[in-house]
């Protein structure tokens, strides 16, 4: 069994301020992790994605993410939050194989200027 | 490539009607998946295929939900008779692998009037 848990729903900070937005899985086995991006109105997009390289991955837009096996967290970070990046993300684990994928709840970013 | 594209981008019927919502994969992927999402339940997976053959379809809510895929480039979901509850958008989206990494659609936002 797997699941996902982003641990808050909605996330506010200033523009040019750091944002965490913060993930927790829990798999049986060696886990690819995701991130997902999804502004109002639009489809997902990958942010960026784990699958057992380099344990700090960057992605798009300035965002990056550390796996922690001893925390069993993903959290994704960005130095300086911009407009553009008010948006709905969601933190995506899969074990692999025919298992179904799980999503997060999501959270919701809110930057203010 | 133009990536996942679905049709309609949205859709406003009557209950009781047959919706057929289409979907595009991106040339290539062996993995397609169909998603809804509604503020209540979040992003739920509702079937996926590989290499056209339905895999797994227990997320699909009712019988009156099917999908198909004829071929490599096309696949439909269909909601017969459709029902007010079936309001929300959905996702249709592909990936190389095992959902290696999924490229989400547009999204179909379907109102059941």
């Known amino acids: 069994a797997q699941s996902v848990t982003q641990l808050d729903s909605h996330v506010s900070v200033s523009e040019g301020t750091p944002v965490l937005l913060r993930c927790n899985y829990s798999?049986?086995?060696?886990?690819?992790l995701f991130w997902y991006v999804q502004h109002p109105n639009k489809g997902l997009q990958l942010l960026l994605k784990?699958?057992?390289?380099?344990?700090l991955v960057k992605g798009i837009n300035g965002f990056e993410a550390e796996f922690k096996k001893s925390e069993t967290s993903f959290h994704l970070t960005k130095p300086s939050a911009h407009m553009s990046d008010a948006a709905e993300y969601f933190c995506?684990?899969?074990?692999?194989?025919?298992?179904?994928?799980?999503f997060g709840i999501g959270t919701k970013l809110q930057v203010i200027p | 490539d133009a990536g996942v594209i679905q049709s309609p981008r949205h859709e406003v019927t009557e209950m009781g009607q047959e919706v057929t919502l289409r979907c595009k994969p991106i040339?290539?992927?062996?993995?397609l998946f169909w998603y809804r999402q509604t503020m209540m339940r979040g992003l739920e997976l509702l079937i996926y295929?590989?290499?056209?053959?339905?895999?797994?379809d227990s997320g699909m809510p009712e019988d009156r939900f099917s999908a198909k895929m004829p071929n490599a480039s096309f696949s439909t979901l269909k909601i017969q008779p459709s029902e007010p509850r079936d309001s929300a958008v959905y996702f249709c989206?592909?990936?190389?692998?095992?959902?290696?990494?999924?490229?989400f659609g547009q999204g179909t936002r379907l109102t059941v009037v």
């Open positions: 040339s290539g992927h062996d993995y």
């Open positions: 989206a592909s990936s190389l692998g095992a959902w290696t990494e999924a490229f």
């Open positions: 295929f590989n290499n056209n053959v339905p895999i797994d």
């Open positions: 995506v684990v899969n074990s692999g194989g025919y298992q179904k994928v799980t």
């Open positions: 784990y699958t057992s390289a380099a344990t």
């Open positions: 798999s049986s086995y060696s886990p690819s």
